[in-house]
């Protein structure tokens, strides 16, 4: 009897049809843009919702990152086994259909707990994305190209994110013009609930999309058997997963430790630099979500293509780490601009100094997942993607946005002081990111090396 021989995940050969791989990712990468713009238009909305609920800035932050990361963080963990076990594409797309209609109940909140518990719906439909789409993407493109295909994927951050700002801000001020707005049901809306009415709504038509996309066969541990049967292997148990992450430890808290600190940095930005422009130097609503989300999709979207695409040549130039070194270089020159850009004396300084923070702010992330992706099997990918999800939204999504609203209010004790809260946040952070990554470069090749040789 022949022994079974492994069919390898690096051929080429064996992977979807570029245009099909291509179309599957413009599809996700959709996915991701709205799930951001969903997630990230309260932060144009802060004003509004405050006068609205009479809350303080910390209140706010349980509601733009608390309440949606809440159960987000909870249930990326088993969706993600679900998704190393079933359709990925039906998984994405109900949860696409979720979180759009919750976005929409956004609008329809009449209290803070309402509005909060929407949130927290938010975020349990946006859980079933990334771990999915991240498993997906390693069976749709072969190895020397999945790194360019994560960074283009991670763009739904920079797109996403910028569109919030601009699209938030513009439909916020369309509304705000436009006088009052009476649904049914629902009776009178103020600007800031029809603008969560507005941004939600796409999401539907979107799923009709993904509900037609095939589902991409599972790459990498199959074996063929006596040359002809192909036996899929079972999911792996949790022990066996805690075990190969427990024989790679310093390996993995390499980028997952420091994509987590550094989405604190991150996610208090992304939350609190608008409202910075409008408290310091008194600029209109729209024009500051506009203006810096202007930059975030333009500076935001060349670090992410410029992080994806640095990784493949040093890969060739035989640094295995490569991913980890692009890391360490962003934390380290993100510091800069990240202090300087809050204490800018002057608006114009203020927004071009977003342009290098918002390119750092999305230059790491996409390296990040591309890193975890080399050193793990693929029958663990989601769930361990969704392990460095569950860090990563734990400190940024959960704590991130609080991070700056508690500095401003229990260390400063003054709205106008945010600027020095946001500037404060990078000298706390950057350097643990730096640490965080030196101690697991030996590690993390060594794990590389590992999981080579047994697709070899």
Not at 17 to 26: E, S
Not at 27 to 46: C, G, H, K, P, Q
Not at 276 to 291: I, K, N, T, V, W
Not at 400 to 424: I, K, Q
Request: net charge positive; with cysteine.
């Amino acid at each position: 009897m022949t022994a079974p021989q492994p069919t390898g995940e690096g051929a080429a050969a064996d992977y979807p049809a570029a245009g099909t791989a291509n179309y599957a990712l413009m599809l996700l990468l959709l996915a991701y843009i709205l799930s951001f713009i969903d997630r990230n238009v309260m932060a144009v909305l802060i004003g509004p919702i405050r006068a609205d609920f009479a809350i303080s800035d910390f209140q706010y932050s349980l509601l733009h990152g608390f309440a949606f990361s809440m159960f987000y963080i909870v249930m990326g963990l088993p969706i993600a086994r679900l998704a190393d076990r079933h359709s990925r594409k039906w998984i994405i797309t109900s949860g696409l259909v979720a979180w759009s209609v919750m976005t929409c109940l956004c609008g329809a909140a009449r209290s803070f707990g309402g509005l909060f518990l929407a949130r927290v719906g938010v975020g349990v439909g946006e859980a079933t994305l990334s771990p999915s789409a991240y498993s997906m993407l390693g069976d749709l493109f072969p190895r020397e190209k999945l790194a360019r295909a994560l960074a283009v994927y991670s763009l739904g951050i920079t797109l996403g994110g910028g569109l919030a700002y601009v699209v938030g801000g513009a439909v916020y001020a369309w509304f705000a013009q436009s006088g009052p707005v009476t649904l049914p049901l629902l009776g009178e809306m103020r600007p800031w609930q029809m603008t969560f009415i507005a941004v939600g709504a796409p999401g539907l038509l979107l799923a009709v999309l993904l509900g037609f996309l095939p589902e991409p066969a599972r790459r990498g541990g199959a074996v063929a058997v006596a040359g002809s049967a192909v036996v899929e292997p079972s999911t792996p148990e949790l022990g066996a997963i805690f075990r190969h992450l427990r024989a790679h430890a310093r390996g993995y808290l390499a980028p997952i430790g420091a994509a987590s600190v550094l989405s604190i940095l991150g996610y208090g930005t992304m939350a609190w630099y608008p409202e910075f422009l409008m408290r310091s130097f008194a600029m209109p609503r729209a024009e500051a979500g506009s203006q810096f989300g202007l930059m975030f999709l333009i500076a935001g979207s060349l670090g992410a293509l410029a992080g994806g695409w640095s990784v493949e040549p040093l890969r060739r130039r035989g640094y295995a780490d490569a991913p980890l070194r692009i890391v360490l270089l962003v934390a380290a020159l993100w510091m800069v601009p990240a202090i300087a850009g809050p204490l800018s004396t002057t608006p114009e300084q203020a927004i071009w100094w977003a342009a290098p923070i918002v390119f750092f702010l999305n230059a790491h992330f996409g390296v990040g997942v591309a890193a975890v992706q080399f050193m793990t099997p693929n029958r663990m990918r989601a769930q361990v993607s969704a392990l460095m999800l569950f860090f990563t939204n734990l400190f940024g999504l959960a704590f991130g946005p609080s991070a700056v609203a508690m500095l401003t209010d229990f260390l400063f004790g003054n709205d106008l002081d945010l600027r020095y809260a946001l500037a404060l946040l990078p000298v706390l952070v950057c350097p643990l990111a730096i640490a965080l990554v030196l101690q697991g470069l030996s590690g993390y090749r060594q794990a590389i090396s590992e999981e080579m040789q047994k697709q070899a």
